[in-house]
C-alpha cells in the first residue's frame, strides 16, 4: 500500500496506521489508544442504524433539530442554549474563530486541539505547566494569576491525559473570576460522563462566557461516527453558529444521538463498569516494576515510565503484539516518559498487563 | 414541536422543516429541492454499512487512507493530490482559509456556500452576474476581465442552480489565463459525474492553482453520510490539510465511498436514467404554462415563473402537498421568480408535472 505521509495530527486510535505497519488487521488490534468506552457496544446501536439506514439518501439537519430538543429536555437548557456537532472537536474550532482571542491560557498536559484551533484562529497560547510532582494537578490560583492578560481560558475536565478532575468548589472560583473579568471559558466536558455529578451546566444561567463541550464519542463510544454538542449563553451560541458550516453532522450520527438520549438508562451501568474496571487495571498497573500509573476521574490512565526506556520504544513493543497505547511524548508539557491507556474490558486489560509485565520485567 | 430559529442558510433538503411546518412525516415528502440522485439507493450501500456497523465504535482514519488510494488508482494521479473531506463543502472552507484571497470573483446565481466560505475566510466578492437573456450562460471573456484584479476564480461546473455546463476549451482559457497570472481556481464539479467527460482533473499536471472538488453526495446519493473530496497540486493540498480539523469524515462514509469506488459499474445505468429522466422532466415542464424551464447538464432543472406569482408563493403551494421544490430567491442574481426541481423518478416526475398544472392552471 502507498504511504500518505501524514504529520499534522497525532492522537490515539491510528489503529489503522498500526495495522498496516505490522500487517495486521485492525480489528486484531486491542485500542488501549483512543478512549472510547469498549462497553457503549451493548447500547443496541446498530439496530436503530440499520432501522435508519434509509437515511442515508437525504440531507442531514444542519441543525440537528430532533437531537437538541432531547437534549435541551435533558439538560434543562433552551435549545438556543445548544449547538450539536461534529464531535466536540467541530465546536473546538467554532469557538476559536467565535470568540477569537488574542490569548488564552492552556494549563498542559492537555487535548492538543485546543493549541492548534486556536492558533489557525489567530490566537496565542499561554501555556500553564502542571507539575509532575504535584500529580498534574491544576493551582487555580496560579490559573487566576495566568489569566489577567488573556481573553481565554481554556480546561478540560476531567483532564485528558492525566485524568484528573478539578472539584466544584475551584472550578467556580476559575469560572466566577473569569465571568468577572470578561474571559471566556472554554470547557471541555467531554469525559464527564464518567462523572456526572461535576458537570457544570447549571451554572450557565449566571456564567455568559463559558461554553461547555460534550461529546457522545466517548462514554457512548461512537467515535466512529462523530458526535458532540457545545452548551452555552444564547447569544454565544448564537455566534458560534454563524461560523458553523451545514451538514457536518451526518444523518446516522443524530440517529444515534437520540437513541443514547432516549435510553439514558441503558448507559447507567456502563459507569460503574468503567469504575470497577479502572481500579482493578490501576491496581494491577501499581504491582509492575519500572511504571507508575497516576489515579484518574475518566476512562483512561496516565502512566509514567520509570525504567530506561522511552515512551515511544514502549509503545512500539506493545504495537508488534497488537496492543497500541497512546504515546504521550507530543503532549505539550510531558516528556518521552509517558503513556496513556484507555480502561477496557477485563480481558483486555489482563492482557495489557501481561504484555507491560513481559517487557519491562522479561 | 419547540421551534429552533434558523437563519444561517437557506438550501434544499429542508424536508424536516416542511414535515413539522405541515405535520406530515419526512418519508410523505417527495424532496425535488435537494441535488439527490433518486437512484443511488440501487448501489448496495445498505447492506455494505450494515456489515461495517462495528466501524461506528472506533475512531475514523482521519485522512481516510483506503478510499484516497482507491481514488488514486482511479484517477490516476497520486495520493497527496488528493483531500477526503465532509463532502465537497468542508473544502470549500478549508480552501478559503489555505488561499485567503483578498477578493475572489464568482459567477452568480451559483451555490451559496462559496460566498459563505470566502466572507468568513475574511475574503471580499466580485459578483460577474449570468445573463438571463443570455441563458445565464457564462461570457468567459467578461470573466476575465473582473479576474484581474482578484487572487481566486470561483466556478461551479456544471453550475447550481442553471444546470450550464461549460465546455472544456472555454474552461481552458479561463483556467490557463489564472495559471499565468497566478490567480487559483476552485472549480466545483460536484455535478460533473452525470459528464464525467468534462472533468478538469486531467488538468492538474499543469496548472498548480487548480483547486477541483468532487462530491459523492449528488451522482452516488449518499447526502446523509457527508463525502467529498478535493484534487489539487500536492503543494496545495499539503496547505489545505494544514488547516483540516481531524475526524470529520465518519467511518461509514469512507466505507460508502469505498464501496461505490469498487462498484463503477454498477454506477453506470445512472447516467443514462437520469438523463432520459431529465429530458422527459424538461419536455413537460415546457409544456406548463406560466413556467419556462432551463435546459440543463446536471441532474436538476431551473425554472422561471412567468406567472403572476413568486417563488414563494409557488413553493409553499406545493410543499403542502408534499412536493418539496428550491426556492431560488436567496440565489445572489436571481430574483423571486425561480425555483429548482431535482431529476427524480419518472413517477415522481409524474407528481410534480401535475401539482404544477393545478397550481399554475387550475
Chains 1, 2 share one sequence.
Not at 493551582?139 to 492578560?149: G, S
Not at 466544584?168 to 476559575?174: F, T
Not at 472554554?186 to 449566571?206: A, H, N, R
Not at 479502572?278 to 490512565?301: D, H, M, T, W
Request: hydrophobic share 40%.
Amino acid at each position: 500500500m502507498k504511504k500518505i505521509k501524514v504529520s499534522k495530527f497525532s492522537h490515539g486510535g491510528g489503529i489503522y496506521q498500526v495495522a498496516e505497519k505490522y500487517g495486521i488487521s485492525p480489528e486484531e488490534i486491542i485500542d488501549f489508544s483512543a478512549n472510547v468506552n469498549p462497553w457503549g457496544t451493548s447500547l443496541g446501536l446498530e439496530k436503530i442504524i440499520k432501522e435508519n439506514l434509509q437515511s442515508i439518501f437525504r440531507y442531514p439537519d444542519t441543525y440537528c433539530r430532533k437531537l437538541t430538543l432531547l437534549l435541551s429536555n435533558h439538560l434543562g437548557i433552551a435549545c438556543d442554549n445548544i449547538l450539536v456537532g461534529n464531535g466536540a472537536t467541530e465546536i473546538i474550532y467554532l469557538a476559536m474563530r467565535a470568540v477569537k482571542p488574542r490569548y488564552a491560557v492552556i494549563p498542559v498536559p492537555t487535548f492538543s486541539e485546543y493549541e492548534r484551533a486556536l492558533k489557525l484562529a489567530g490566537g496565542q497560547v499561554k501555556f500553564l505547566y502542571l507539575k509532575e510532582r504535584q500529580g498534574f494537578s491544576l493551582n487555580v490560583d496560579a490559573l487566576i494569576e495566568k489569566a489577567k492578560k488573556v481573553q481565554m481560558i481554556i480546561l478540560c475536565n476531567p483532564n485528558n491525559p492525566t485524568g484528573n478532575l478539578l472539584p466544584g468548589e475551584e472550578m467556580d472560583k476559575i469560572i466566577n473570576n473569569a465571568e468577572k473579568k470578561g474571559i471566556a471559558t472554554l470547557l471541555d466536558e467531554s469525559f464527564i460522563d464518567f462523572q456526572p455529578e461535576f458537570t457544570l451546566v447549571d451554572k450557565l444561567k449566571k456564567n455568559k462566557n463559558l461554553i461547555i463541550l460534550r461529546s457522545f464519542t466517548k462514554f457512548f463510544s461512537i467515535a466512529g461516527l462523530r458526535l458532540g454538542y457545545a452548551v452555552a449563553d444564547k447569544s454565544l451560541i448564537s455566534k458560534i453558529k454563524s461560523f458553523k458550516e451545514p451538514w457536518t453532522v451526518n444523518c446516522l450520527a443524530e440517529v444515534a444521538g437520540i437513541h443514547i438520549l432516549k435510553n439514558l438508562k441503558r448507559a447507567e451501568g456502563l459507569r460503574e463498569k468503567t469504575k470497577r474496571e479502572r481500579s482493578v487495571l490501576y491496581e494491577n498497573l501499581c504491582r509492575i516494576k519500572g511504571i507508575k500509573p497516576y489515579p484518574s476521574q475518566a476512562n483512561f490512565i496516565l502512566i509514567k515510565i520509570k525504567a530506561s526506556i522511552s515512551s515511544s520504544y514502549l509503545t512500539e513493543e506493545l504495537a508488534k503484539g497488537g496492543i497500541l497505547v497512546r504515546d504521550c511524548s507530543n503532549f505539550s508539557g510531558l516528556g518521552d516518559k509517558f503513556i496513556r491507556v484507555a480502561v477496557r474490558k477485563k480481558e483486555e486489560n489482563r492482557k495489557l498487563i501481561c504484555s507491560l509485565n513481559q517487557i519491562l520485567t522479561g
